[in-house]
């Protein structure tokens, strides 16, 4: 390195006052914070017609597919609420107010009616017109079940023993009138809210298979649902059409797919579809309230009016631009910033705590010209423990099976504090895997008691009762084996990897943590990626099955909006990471999907067995709204929006 | 020094070659692998299987490297982003100058700013503004970027609102260049920490190049202080600068991951935190091999204007 | 490396080769050392500095104890966000963690992640660097090539597949952020290497039957030892940085641990709320630290050049 030959004199003088200088600078910033906005004047309640609305998509999130029968890479709520539901109307919609029942108000249909016994569904068409003309029709409605068909294997929401599997027929009776033959009893509520919650009517435009060709050139759209014929191998991998009207499903799904960028045949093709969302005139065609005019592949896209939307409520601004995020701090820079009109406050800028879940308290100081509206999403959080672990010596799935363990390791998790302090009263304790906010009539008054609160003194009572030497300031042993379960000696520690997420969920893990160490339980926390924790927590059996616990967030009831377990807690189920397996449970499960049982014995059953370690339901978003936008609130619990619902105010 | 060039071309694609192995063994390390992190957390093993045998992941993996290379040689695919639904070529297409537009125009500003204040800070030595900008280089310099973002985001575009609060959201670089006004936050955020470090070395650099004898031999022969420092030192002194440029270069490519978060502008810094965060195959290649690309070209830029700098380094 | 653009220390080959001799005895270069020291008096404030803020961590906790480990006591039992007070001289942070505590147990992590990631990408740097430099040819090329191979790996990508082949901690991190750092040192000494391997005296050592290894260690190293320190204590500083830079992203240091990167990155996430306690402390022990090591690799570079300066 080149050197400085003289020996130098500098004074520290001169140091410090270059010190002083960015000193004084940072210092104005602080002094600076009177800048905040006039209080604006109370609003005047008539309604100003027009404006644009500018609207923050979540950190990090890109809406980036359009046709709306994508497979799970695809599969966001982000991409179905933001952008394809406001486009393309489905079928059912769910959401109504701040609960997340159906909509009958703005549904395409009239309820269903279940007859026979629950195995024959009558689907009554409202009259709504696509924006090329043609009416929504019934045998629309069999168009999406044809591609269901043919396609079940790359459709998001499909689970074996749902549609297609149990549809014996579909018919269109007339052209506002579907029947639909299944080929058993089914329980009316979970077919409505997970079954029929999935089907997306598609315009005849569709029925193509090249650009250009005239709407209903295919023979898929108008094809009967008998016509179009697979074959499924044995183990349910595969479905292979066989039946002309099948391939042509299977042509005019791949046409579909390529034109919103994804090819299923050959993904490496070449692929700049983004950048045509807004002015391909196929996805111009459509029947909700709102159509693209602008999209970048950057994820900034507006919606506009649809003149021919056939609903209730048509829209009353403009335009909705919005604006994606790389993060919280960018965000809110913005959202302080003026920049934005429906934004969200991240939770370690909120200055005053709730009064309660659902009534805000004050807002941001800088904030003056916005009000906040908490948003509780229909999902649950919850650690996994792996039923089958081997780590810890082999022991530890073993004490997971226990369930006087699970039990005292959620007796140390105290969610009121978390709740109050971390998410600053936005949020709510959660013991079942219903959500007790939103609102909702699936929640039973056995989940909302809280059985497990926390209570360290019964936790470490239980522990030891169970033959086990409690060790706050180590690791507690096992000193009975018998009563144990396991051989003594073993050590109560767990290694749990979570994923990294917000401050506030680092703040959680660690006070956890320490929660559980009064108890001598030894939790290792460990932060990775969202996709090397979920990769490395799934189902496994042996010894190469070590992961103990993982913490991820929970699970999103969409567009399972039934809150029912048989992707979560049945044996055997995809998504039950942790290979937890009951046959009580089990046969609960089944009586809610094909019985007429409601959620409430379910429910209760495993509130108190404990199949995660529930964590707090904090609300998903703290929305903040310009004061003057009226109709954004209630916000809907399945994360979609309704921006025909809002209007300026003055 | 033609053979000397044509065995670093060589080198250069063996370095580029051996990146992308590297990164590729890497990946598969990660659990779960690129079906997991695309499909999520309700895949079934089936769907798993189903997309693995699709994209190709069920082969061995050194059957995958070489698909991998044939389709990126030949055809120059570089494979499809799910996470993004777009091709790699164009999303690097797309936000490379992006990029390039932003980290340039503070390495320049940087440079042009540098140089004259390393040259004052040697002619001004021991005086006053001496310390002052030597103080000052040093507080930028330990200062991390995300704190220097931010602070200039609070005071400049929030409480005085001279500035946007986000840099240019357009999705192209000429977009980016037409909205200068939105650019000045990112670029000195950027740049106050490249100037500094660049102007310390400048000073240093100058003030050895002082001390050569060819410098005295300058003095000796009458030239006046203007001459001597700027036809004889600053000359010399460059040098060195230049070749540090030269291995800036990566950096130049590989984007700014903090300042782009801080000031919401999706880089190159970005998409590769992205594709490596969501475990995202072909992207994380793709963002790899321009890298390397850049690391190769500017490394070799280094050497070369090394032994063209001073002759007696031997490169036998 | 600092965040975005190159660490000070990163420098391609020296432009001027060091003059020195054969290897000269320690004690030379330690008096040596000395009296530039004591002659610069930015010098000193950077050692005294680097020392008080060694001690004030360290030390600090013994006449200052307060929670430092468990976050639900600190939610429990003490209000969060609450600016300097009597109970805490520099109030306390996003879970009612003491700030002024937390500035010492942090310091421990930045300090012991700066020091050990610095040495260890010092001596490994330093012995590829030289072994690169005095073989030259094809190994040189090979192990330069190497090098441009590991600065093109993304950092976080490799942070995110050691953090999965082993247990993500401490240890972890240190690995992480010496592998990257090494190469800097490798390339400067691979620099003055070149030149030093064709002076007369290695060429002397060898006739007289010295082998490589002896000519290493004895000559080529101790005569480029003004610039490893120097960039050693470069190298600490940018370690410092790197570590906050993870700690931002959240791949930082884990829990129940955290460093002044980690504690100024969430001070900043909440800058406009006003929370200036959370700020200022942690950038201000950072600025600190970094300045003073610049000033004592400054000093260092200064009595090594004066040493071999033959004018």
């Known amino acids: 390195?080149?050197?400085?030959?003289?020996?130098?004199?500098?004074?520290?003088?001169?140091?410090?006052?270059?010190?002083?200088?960015?000193?004084?600078?940072?210092?104005?910033?602080?002094?600076?914070?009177?800048?905040?906005?006039?209080?604006?004047?109370?609003?005047?309640?008539?309604?100003?017609?027009?404006?644009?609305?500018?609207?923050?998509?979540?950190?990090?999130?890109?809406?980036?597919?359009?046709?709306?029968?994508?497979?799970?890479?695809?599969?966001?709520?982000?991409?179905?609420?933001?952008?394809?539901?406001?486009?393309?109307?489905?079928?059912?919609?769910?959401?109504?107010?701040?609960?997340?029942?159906?909509?009958?108000?703005?549904?395409?249909?009239?309820?269903?009616?279940?007859?026979?016994?629950?195995?024959?569904?009558?689907?009554?068409?409202?009259?709504?017109?696509?924006?090329?003309?043609?009416?929504?029709?019934?045998?629309?409605?069999?168009?999406?079940?044809?591609?269901?068909?043919?396609?079940?294997?790359?459709?998001?929401?499909?689970?074996?023993?749902?549609?297609?599997?149990?549809?014996?027929?579909?018919?269109?009776?007339?052209?506002?009138?579907?029947?639909?033959?299944?080929?058993?009893?089914?329980?009316?509520?979970?077919?409505?809210?997970?079954?029929?919650?999935?089907?997306?009517?598609?315009?005849?435009?569709?029925?193509?298979?090249?650009?250009?060709?005239?709407?209903?050139?295919?023979?898929?759209?108008?094809?009967?649902?008998?016509?179009?014929?697979?074959?499924?191998?044995?183990?349910?991998?595969k479905v292979t059409p066989t039946s002309p009207e099948a391939k042509s499903c299977e042509k005019v799904f791949e046409y579909l797919s390529r034109q919103s960028g994804f090819d299923p045949k050959n993904p490496k093709a070449p692929n700049n579809s983004l950048k045509t969302y807004a002015t391909n005139p196929l996805?111009?065609?459509?029947?909700?309230?709102?159509?693209?005019?602008?999209?970048?592949?950057?994820?900034?896209?507006?919606?506009?009016?649809?003149?021919?939307?056939?609903?209730?409520?048509?829209?009353?601004?403009?335009?909705?631009?919005?604006?994606?995020?790389?993060?919280?701090?960018?965000?809110?820079?913005?959202?302080?910033?003026?920049?934005?009109?429906?934004?969200?406050?991240?939770?370690?800028?909120?200055?005053?705590?709730?009064?309660?879940?659902?009534?805000?308290?004050?807002?941001?100081?800088?904030?003056?010209?916005?009000?906040?509206?908490?948003?509780?999403?229909?999902?649950?959080?919850?650690?996994?423990?792996?039923?089958?672990?081997?780590?810890?010596?082999?022991?530890?799935?073993?004490?997971?099976?226990?369930?006087?363990?699970?039990?005292?390791?959620?007796?140390?998790?105290?969610?009121?504090?978390?709740?109050?302090?971390?998410?600053?009263?936005?949020?709510?304790?959660?013991?079942?895997?219903?959500?007790?906010?939103?609102?909702?009539?699936?929640?039973?008054?056995?989940?909302?008691?809280?059985?497990?609160s926390y209570n360290p003194k019964r936790a470490i009572a239980l522990l030891t009762a169970h033959g086990w030497k409690v060790d706050p300031k180590n690791v507690t042993t096992c000193a009975d084996a018998a009563k144990c379960g396991v051989p003594a000696g073993t050590k109560l520690q767990f290694t749990l990897p979570y994923a990294v997420g917000s401050a506030t969920t680092k703040q959680?893990?660690?006070?956890?943590?320490?929660?559980?160490?009064?108890?001598?339980?030894?939790?290792?926390?460990?932060?990775?990626?969202?996709?090397?924790?979920?990769?490395?927590?799934?189902?496994?059996?042996?010894?190469?099955?070590?992961?103990?616990?993982?913490?991820?967030?929970?699970?999103?009831?969409?567009?399972?909006?039934?809150?029912?377990?048989?992707?979560?807690?049945?044996?055997?189920?995809?998504?039950?990471?942790?290979?937890?397996?009951?046959?009580?449970?089990?046969?609960?499960?089944?009586?809610?999907?094909?019985?007429?049982?409601?959620?409430?014995?379910?429910?209760?059953?495993?509130?108190?067995?404990?199949?995660?370690?529930?964590?707090?339901?904090?609300?998903?978003?703290?929305?903040?709204?310009?004061?003057?936008?009226?109709?954004?609130?209630?916000?809907?619990?399945?994360?979609?929006?309704?921006p025909e619902n809002w209007f300026f105010t003055q | 020094m033609i053979g000397y060039l044509?065995?670093?071309?060589?080198?250069?694609?063996?370095?580029?070659?051996?990146?992308?192995?590297?990164?590729?063994?890497?990946?598969?390390?990660?659990?779960?692998?690129?079906?997991?992190?695309?499909?999520?957390?309700?895949?079934?093993?089936?769907?798993?299987?189903?997309?693995?045998?699709?994209?190709?992941?069920?082969?061995?993996?050194?059957?995958?490297?070489?698909?991998?290379?044939?389709?990126?040689?030949?055809?120059?695919?570089?494979?499809?982003?799910?996470?993004?639904?777009?091709?790699?070529?164009?999303?690097?297409?797309?936000?490379?100058?992006?990029?390039?537009v932003l980290v340039g125009i503070s390495t320049f500003l940087a440079v042009i700013v540098a140089v004259p204040l390393g040259v004052l800070q040697v002619v001004r030595r021991n005086k006053p503004i001496d310390y002052i900008l030597t103080g000052t280089a040093f507080i930028f310099y330990a200062m991390p970027a995300f704190l220097l973002g931010q602070i200039l985001i609070l005071y400049f575009a929030i409480d005085l609102s001279w500035f946007s609060t986000e840099a240019p959201q357009s999705a192209s670089a000429w977009g980016v260049l037409s909205q200068p006004k939105d650019l000045v936050l990112p670029v000195l955020s950027l740049a106050a920490i490249t100037i500094a470090?660049?102007?310390?070395?400048?000073?240093?650099?100058?003030?050895?190049?002082?001390?050569?004898?060819?410098?005295?031999?300058?003095?000796?022969?009458?030239?006046?202080?203007?001459?001597?420092?700027?036809?004889?030192?600053?000359?010399?002194?460059?040098?060195?600068?230049?070749?540090?440029?030269?291995l800036s270069l990566p950096a130049i490519v590989g984007g700014a991951l903090i300042t782009e978060t801080v000031f919401n502008f999706p880089g190159m810094g970005l998409l590769t935190t992205q594709a490596a965060v969501n475990n995202d195959v072909p992207l994380l290649l793709g963002t790899t091999f321009v890298a390397a690309l850049a690391t190769v070209v500017g490394s070799l830029m280094a050497d070369v204007l090394y032994a063209i700098a001073d002759p007696r380094v031997r490169y036998a | 490396m600092h965040s975005e653009p190159l660490p000070l220390g990163e420098l391609a080959p020296d432009a001027v080769a060091p003059e020195g001799g054969e290897g000269t005895s320690t004690g030379g270069i330690a008096s040596q050392v000395v009296r530039v020291f004591a002659e610069n008096r930015l010098a000193i404030v950077g050692a005294l500095v680097i020392v008080g803020m060694v001690l004030f961590c360290f030390v600090g906790p013994l006449f200052y104890s307060t929670n430092q480990t468990s976050t639900q006591n600190a939610l429990l039992f003490s209000t969060q966000n609450s600016p300097p007070s009597r109970a805490h001289l520099l109030g306390t942070d996003q879970s009612g963690f003491d700030v002024l505590g937390r500035i010492m147990y942090g310091g421990q992590v930045s300090l012991e992640v700066g020091f050990a990631a610095a040495a260890l990408a010092t001596i490994v740097g330093v012995l590829f660097g030289a072994i690169s430099g005095f073989f030259g040819g094809w190994v040189d090329a090979f192990m330069m090539r190497v090098v441009d191979v590991l600065l093109s790996v993304p950092l976080l990508f490799l942070v995110i597949v050691l953090a999965v082949i082993f247990q993500p901690s401490l240890t972890i991190l240190i690995l992480v952020i010496g592998f990257t750092a090494w190469l800097v040192p490798a390339r400067l000494v691979r620099g003055e290497t070149l030149s030093l391997r064709v002076r007369e005296y290695v060429l002397a050592v060898r006739v007289m039957?010295?082998?490589?290894i002896r000519i290493v260690l004895r000559h080529i190293i101790p005569n480029t030892i003004g610039t490893i320190i120097v960039n050693a204590t470069f190298q600490v500083a940018d370690a410092i940085l790197l570590l906050a830079a993870l700690g931002f992203i959240g791949l930082g240091v884990p829990a129940p641990k955290t460093d002044w990167g980690s504690m100024l990155a969430d001070g900043v996430n909440s800058a406009l709320n006003g929370y200036w306690w959370q700020i200022y402390p942690a950038g201000i022990a950072i600025v600190l630290v970094v300045v003073a090591f610049n000033f004592v690799g400054d000093a260092l570079r200064d009595a090594f050049e004066v040493r071999l300066q033959r004018r």
């Not at chain 1, 027929?169 to 052209?175: G, I, K, L, T």
């Not at chain 1, 290979?579 to 094909?594: E, V």
């Not at chain 2, 470090?197 to 009458?222: C, I, N, Q, W």
């Open chain 1, 283 to 452: 996805w111009q065609v459509v029947d909700g309230p709102w159509h693209l005019t602008k999209f970048d592949s950057a994820g900034t896209f507006t919606l506009e009016p649809n003149p021919k939307y056939s609903g209730p409520v048509k829209p009353k601004i403009d335009k909705v631009v919005m604006l994606p995020y790389t993060s919280n701090a960018a965000e809110f820079n913005a959202l302080v910033g003026g920049k934005i009109d429906v934004g969200y406050l991240p939770y370690e800028d909120v200055t005053s705590p709730a009064k309660s879940p659902l009534v805000p308290g004050k807002n941001h100081p800088r904030l003056s010209d916005f009000n906040i509206d908490p948003w509780y999403g229909w999902g649950i959080y919850y650690i996994v423990p792996n039923f089958n672990s081997t780590g810890n010596n082999g022991q530890a799935g073993k004490i997971m099976k226990q369930l006087y363990f699970r039990q005292a390791f959620q007796l140390l998790i105290n969610q009121p504090l978390y709740i109050e302090k971390l998410n600053k009263g936005y949020g709510v304790p959660t013991y079942g895997p219903v959500p007790v906010l939103p609102k909702n009539p699936f929640a039973t008054k056995f989940a909302a008691s809280n059985p497990y």
């Open chain 1, 508 to 642: 959680l893990m660690e006070a956890e943590q320490a929660s559980w160490q009064q108890a001598g339980i030894k939790v290792t926390l460990s932060v990775g990626s969202f996709n090397t924790v979920i990769g490395n927590a799934v189902p496994c059996t042996g010894k190469s099955c070590t992961w103990e616990m993982a913490f991820w967030g929970g699970w999103i009831y969409a567009p399972d909006f039934y809150p029912s377990g048989e992707l979560l807690f049945q044996t055997g189920a995809g998504s039950n990471s942790g290979s937890y397996s009951d046959k009580k449970n089990d046969a609960l499960i089944k009586d809610t999907n094909f019985g007429d049982a409601t959620l409430a014995s379910w429910q209760n059953y495993l509130v108190t067995q404990l199949p995660v370690f529930w964590q707090p339901n904090q609300a998903a978003q703290l929305t903040e709204i310009r004061k003057n936008l009226k109709g954004v609130v209630p916000q809907n619990p399945l994360q979609s929006i309704n």
């Open chain 2, 197 to 246: 470090a660049f102007s310390r070395y400048m000073r240093s650099s100058m003030m050895e190049a002082l001390t050569e004898d060819y410098v005295r031999t300058a003095k000796a022969k009458g030239a006046s202080q203007r001459r001597v420092l700027y036809r004889h030192a600053l000359r010399n002194a460059l040098i060195p600068l230049i070749t540090l440029l030269g």
């Open chain 2, 6 to 100: 044509a065995r670093r071309v060589v080198q250069a694609i063996l370095v580029v070659f051996g990146v992308m192995l590297l990164v590729f063994l890497l990946e598969h390390v990660i659990p779960g692998g690129a079906a997991r992190a695309a499909l999520g957390q309700r895949a079934s093993q089936a769907q798993i299987d189903q997309f693995n045998q699709l994209n190709g992941y069920d082969l061995p993996i050194w059957h995958q490297f070489l698909d991998y290379c044939r389709d990126l040689i030949l055809h120059f695919n570089l494979g499809y982003s799910y996470r993004k639904n777009q091709g790699v070529a164009q999303l690097i297409q797309e936000t490379l100058p992006k990029t390039l």
């Open chain 3, 209 to 212: 039957g010295g082998s490589n």
């Open chain 1, 1 to 237: 390195m080149p050197s400085l030959r003289t020996g130098r004199r500098r004074g520290p003088l001169g140091i410090a006052a270059g010190v002083l200088a960015v000193a004084a600078i940072a210092m104005l910033i602080f002094a600076g914070t009177g800048s905040a906005k006039p209080n604006d004047a109370a609003a005047h309640s008539r309604v100003k017609a027009g404006g644009t609305v500018t609207m923050a998509l979540p950190p990090s999130t890109v809406v980036n597919y359009i046709f709306p029968f994508m497979g799970l890479q695809f599969f966001s709520v982000y991409n179905i609420s933001y952008m394809q539901q406001n486009l393309f109307r489905p079928l059912y919609w769910f959401g109504r107010g701040s609960t997340p029942a159906l909509n009958p108000a703005i549904s395409l249909a009239a309820l269903p009616k279940y007859t026979k016994n629950n195995t024959v569904v009558t689907i009554n068409l409202k009259p709504y017109k696509w924006s090329n003309g043609e009416s929504v029709t019934a045998q629309q409605v069999v168009f999406w079940m044809n591609i269901l068909k043919v396609q079940k294997l790359g459709w998001a929401a499909y689970s074996p023993g749902g549609m297609p599997d149990d549809v014996k027929s579909v018919v269109a009776n007339s052209p506002t009138k579907v029947t639909i033959t299944l080929t058993g009893p089914t329980n009316p509520g979970w077919f409505t809210y997970n079954q029929l919650s999935q089907i997306t009517p598609f315009p005849m435009a569709w029925d193509i298979s090249a650009t250009g060709q005239k709407a209903g050139s295919e023979a898929c759209g108008k094809a009967p649902y008998a016509k179009v014929v697979v074959k499924t191998d044995k183990k349910n991998s």
